[in-house]
């Protein structure tokens, strides 16, 4: 089963063709508030280089936050335009969930941060176990001061963070957390559509599809709605 996966939902703009368990091809770029302009051009980059058409594809995969909320539905948008023009099934992925994926099979707790509005950051804690990398909490929006304070009065396990957010604040978890705190590598610290893809495949084998209508984004707070 071939998958094109597509991830917006932070600064880096990324798309992913994942054929079974190999990845054919990936391709990113970072922007800022371009994610519109450049998303289509990246899966058509992507396809050519591949030798592949979209039609060729048997379904898709995309991130559905939390994140940014426009970037979120410029990515939405299009994966449920080109599966509802091709009939192919899609799938939502949880951004966090994408992000752990890619620290499967370290030991510790597994904890993805990304940006969300100032002084506050959105984040899950995770365990990789045998092939798979499991969810222990519910998504979270907090302050980082709130989350170094929780992980440093509940745990005491190895702790590996992973996101911008984690990146952002690294100074302050591990003013909080010591030598219990280690931070991801250059490579995972950023969501990646091959990822998504992978996730999205999974959950397509076992038979876990929505339909179109019913794969929205995850916003953890609701969207900031401004009035005059």
């Known amino acids: ?39 289509l051009p990246l899966i058509d980059y992507l396809l050519n280089g591949l030798g592949l058409k979209i039609e060729d594809l048997d379904g898709f995969a995309v991130a559905v936050g939390p994140g940014s909320f426009t970037s979120l539905r410029v990515g939405l948008a299009t994966a449920k335009a080109f599966a509802h023009a091709l009939g192919k099934p899609l799938i939502g992925v949880p951004t966090l969930d994408a992000l752990a994926w890619l620290l499967k099979g370290v030991s510790g707790l597994i904890c993805p941060v990304l940006c969300a509005r100032p002084r506050e950051v959105y984040t899950a804690f995770y365990l990789s176990a045998r092939n798979e990398v499991k969810r222990l909490s519910s998504y979270l929006a907090l302050e ?40 991801a590598g250059v490579a995972q610290l950023r969501p ?26 995850i916003y953890v707070r609701p969207p900031a709605i401004r009035c005059k």
Request: glycine share 8%; proline share 3%; aromatic share 4%.
């Open 144 to 183: 980082p001061d709130e989350l170094g304070a929780r992980l440093q009065e509940e745990l005491r396990a190895q702790i590996v963070f992973t996101g911008e957010g984690a990146l952002q604040y690294w100074d302050l978890f591990q003013e909080k957390l010591g030598e219990r705190a280690s931070l």
């Open 1 to 39: 089963m071939r998958i094109l996966g597509i991830e917006t939902s932070t600064p880096v703009v990324s798309v992913a063709v994942t054929e079974e368990q190999q990845l054919l091809g990936e391709a990113a770029f970072s922007t800022r508030q371009a994610h519109l302009e450049r998303l």
């Open 192 to 217: 990646r559509a091959s990822s998504v893809a992978a996730l999205g495949l999974t959950a397509l084998l076992a038979k876990r599809e929505k339909d179109l209508g019913t794969v929205e984004p």
